[in-house]
């Protein structure tokens, strides 16, 4: 089946830093969509991407859908406390295909 | 009321017992999903259903069983539990047109 490579799987950093992330895939999505998990909880939709070459913010964050429709990136800039979790990448290629595929996720740990 | 309920929270069963795990959901939505998630190996889907009288088998459907019982109810059967399902299991959600998933807050499951 269809596979997205996330990296870093982990990012340990101070307070105040940015943070990037991404995922690739050798298949073609026509949608990607970032998700963060906070422990002990369901993931949760933060940004959600449509269109190759789309770059959107929420808040902090900003995530961009890959020109090459393989891969998007997740920045989180000036990152708080708050911003600790687990975050996943997810990509679905249309078609009638069965769902979402999602990345193995980021670990993010903050040092305050 | 959360949008995507799941019960139960937590739950330790033995191995060869027969467990459900409940899903209901007030989103309207007529797609339901449900995940494994392990330490290190992200979402992967066990089954979902599109509507009513579709069930459909995902990456790792083996062990497992489900049951669409309405639009608003999706359970997940466990028919001899055995210790390596034990994990968080999330349920989740989306309509037609929204490929972002709501999810449950997650059933964590121990099988000693």
């Known amino acids: 089946g269809q596979q997205l490579n996330q990296s870093p799987q982990s990012m340990f950093i101070q307070e105040g830093e940015d943070v990037s992330m991404n995922c690739t895939s050798s298949?073609?999505?026509?949608?990607w969509l970032w998700y963060k998990q906070d422990p002990g909880e369901g993931p949760v939709l933060l940004i959600a991407?449509?269109?190759?070459?789309e770059l959107t913010s929420n808040g902090r964050l900003t995530a961009q859908f890959g020109i090459t429709r393989k891969d998007s990136f997740l920045n989180i800039s000036a990152s708080i406390p708050s911003d600790v979790g687990i975050y996943f990448c997810?990509?679905?290629?249309?078609?009638?295909?069965?769902?979402?595929?999602f990345g193995k996720g980021t670990h993010l740990i903050i040092q305050p | 009321d959360a949008d995507v309920t799941q019960t139960p929270r937590n739950r330790i069963t033995k191995t060869g017992k027969r467990i459900m795990l409940e899903c209901s959901q007030t989103?309207?939505?007529?797609?339901m999903y449900w995940y494994r998630q392990d330490p290190g190996l992200g979402l992967r889907l066990i089954y979902y259903?599109?509507?009513?009288?579709?069930?459909n088998k995902g990456e790792i459907s083996d062990g497992y069983s489900v049951s669409r019982q309405a639009q608003a109810k999706f359970s997940l059967s466990l028919e001899s539990a055995i210790p390596n399902q034990t994990a968080l299991y999330f349920c989740?959600?989306?309509?037609?047109?929204?490929?972002?998933?709501?999810f449950g807050s997650g059933t964590r499951l121990t099988v000693v």
């Open positions: 989740a959600t989306s309509d037609l047109h929204n490929y972002g998933y709501t």
């Open positions: 298949s073609i999505f026509n949608t």
């Open positions: 991407l449509y269109k190759a070459g």
């Open positions: 997810a990509g679905y290629s249309g078609g009638g295909a069965d769902g979402l595929t």
């Open positions: 989103k309207g939505h007529d797609r």
């Open positions: 259903s599109f509507d009513v009288k579709d069930i």
